[in-house]
């Protein structure tokens, strides 16, 4: 293999309504994808714990994938990019 690609790229939103309004506007016109893994804090097994993770809260909550990969089209990229504007 002589190159190296990840299949996604993270966004992650600095507020709950940025993030809404990007779902919004990739749903239906581009794949995303929730953060892998999100917060461990989110999940039932660690709800007791008492370490605090807001940096995992805001991950979990407020960001999502994008595509990244080496099949994108010149026109799925240009549909991105005018989604990210």
Same mark, same amino acid.
């Given at each position: 293999?002589?190159f190296?690609?990840?299949?996604?790229?993270?966004? $992650?939103?600095? +507020?709950?309504?940025?993030?809404?309004?990007?779902?919004?506007?990739?749903? !239906?016109?581009?794949? $995303?994808?929730? $953060?892998? !893994? !999100?917060?461990?804090?989110?999940?039932?097994?660690?709800?007791? +714990?008492?370490?605090?993770?807001? +940096?995992?809260?805001? $991950?979990?909550?407020? !960001?999502?994938?994008?595509? +990244?990969?080496?099949?994108l089209?010149?026109?799925?990229?240009?549909?991105?990019?005018?989604?990210?504007?």
């Amino acid at each position: 293999m002589d190159f190296v690609s990840n299949f996604a790229y993270p966004l $992650i939103f600095k +507020n709950k309504k940025s993030f809404e309004k990007y779902k919004k506007r990739f749903m !239906g016109k581009v794949e $995303i994808r929730p $953060i892998v !893994g !999100g917060s461990m804090n989110e999940q039932p097994f660690f709800k007791n +714990n008492k370490y605090k993770c807001p +940096n995992a809260k805001k $991950i979990h909550s407020q !960001g999502f994938y994008i595509p +990244n990969n080496p099949d994108l089209t010149r026109k799925e990229i240009n549909e991105i990019c005018k989604l990210l504007k």
